[in-house]
């Protein structure tokens, strides 16, 4: 019965003990993790709640819930669960915070700096899970092989060309919507526009295309924002359409002309002899 009962003490010791440890460990290792209640990161979500409800909210609703005018017509979408990329590509991109409601938000120099736009990103990241910011590694191609640059071709032509032209030149939408060209778009918003598909744009996830096979169109995007025009016309890029264009136009007129030179020659030529 005494044995039983410093068995009992004994455990309770341990435990005891045990408890002790893990609290003191706990109280130690916690305020250095940085995710205390007044660490940095909330304080970013703090500061993205408060220029999404100055900037934002007209239209989003006062928590990201999506918005309505009187009539009951959508003033902006919901946000929950948009994702910082999405967050990140619209402000980035000067979309948002969209002025007038037209067909499409045209693109426009951005309102936010990048520590606004990443405390907006992250308010929003708070609410719900969504497709994060890729890192940097998933969008540098500075290093890309050949090889690469040449599957994301394929991969863009079978893709993105429906919309986006061959060349990526962008092309129009039914809906006076458009395609923008991607001439001067930004790797990490590539990346970002196939993760979260703005507006017409359908949403490239990573069971579509993996995340290797983003990189290599991007490769293949910046590629294309790179090269010369070989030929030193651009021609619009429109392929073969300006090119048999231009054929018809410039050379099957030039041998008109001179087709013309020729036969205004001969007969002269004919003349003098017939005087000789
Ligand atoms: C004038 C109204 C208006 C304001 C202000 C506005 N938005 Fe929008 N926002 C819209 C509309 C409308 C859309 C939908 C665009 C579409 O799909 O055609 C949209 C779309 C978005 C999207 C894309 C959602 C998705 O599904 O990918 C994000 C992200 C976004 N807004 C964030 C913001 C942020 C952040 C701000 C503040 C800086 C903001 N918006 C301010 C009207 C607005
Ligand atoms: C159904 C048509 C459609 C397809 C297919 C499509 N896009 Fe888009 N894309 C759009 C539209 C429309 C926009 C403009 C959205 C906006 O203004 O918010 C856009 C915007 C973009 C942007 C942002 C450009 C900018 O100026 O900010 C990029 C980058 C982009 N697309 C890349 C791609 C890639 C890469 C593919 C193929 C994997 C692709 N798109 C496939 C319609 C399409």
């Known amino acids: 019965m005494r044995l039983v009962r410093r068995g009992g003490f004994a455990k309770a010791l341990v435990v005891g003990a045990a408890l002790l440890i893990v609290g003191s460990a706990y109280g130690v290792l916690v305020p250095n ?3 205390g209640a007044d660490g940095p990161q909330s304080q970013q979500i703090e500061e993205g709640r408060r220029l999404f409800a100055v900037g934002c909210s007209s239209c989003h609703g006062l928590h990201a819930e999506g918005g309505t005018n009187g009539e009951g017509r959508v003033t902006g979408p919901s946000l929950i669960g948009v994702g910082a990329a999405a967050v990140d590509f619209q402000v980035s991109t000067g979309r948002m915070p ?5 067909a499409q938000v045209p693109q426009k120099p951005p309102v936010y ?11 929003i990241a708070s609410l719900a899970p969504g497709p994060a910011v890729p890192a940097q590694e998933a969008y540098d191609v500075s290093n890309a092989t050949q090889a690469e640059i040449v599957q994301g071709g394929e991969l863009f032509r079978t893709n993105c060309t429906a919309c986006h032209n061959f060349a990526g030149r962008g092309g129009a939408l039914p809906n006076g919507r458009y395609a ?3 001439m001067q778009t930004t790797p990490r918003n590539m990346y970002q526009a196939m993760l979260t598909g703005p507006q017409q744009m359908p949403v490239f996830s990573d069971q579509v295309l993996r995340p290797e096979d983003k990189r290599a169109i991007i490769a293949y995007l910046v590629g294309l924002q790179q090269s010369d025009d070989p030929g030193g016309f651009p021609l619009g890029r429109l392929g073969p359409v300006s090119e048999g264009l231009w054929g018809w136009l410039v050379g099957i007129g030039l041998l008109v002309v001179v087709a013309v030179w020729i036969g205004a020659k001969v007969p002269r030529v004919g003349r003098t002899r017939t005087k000789v």
């Open 180 to 182: 923008p060209s991607l």
């Open 113 to 123: 700096s990048t520590e606004e736009t990443a405390a907006l990103a992250a308010y």
């Open 98 to 102: 969209a002025v007038q409601t037209g």
């Open 33 to 35: 993790g940085a995710m």
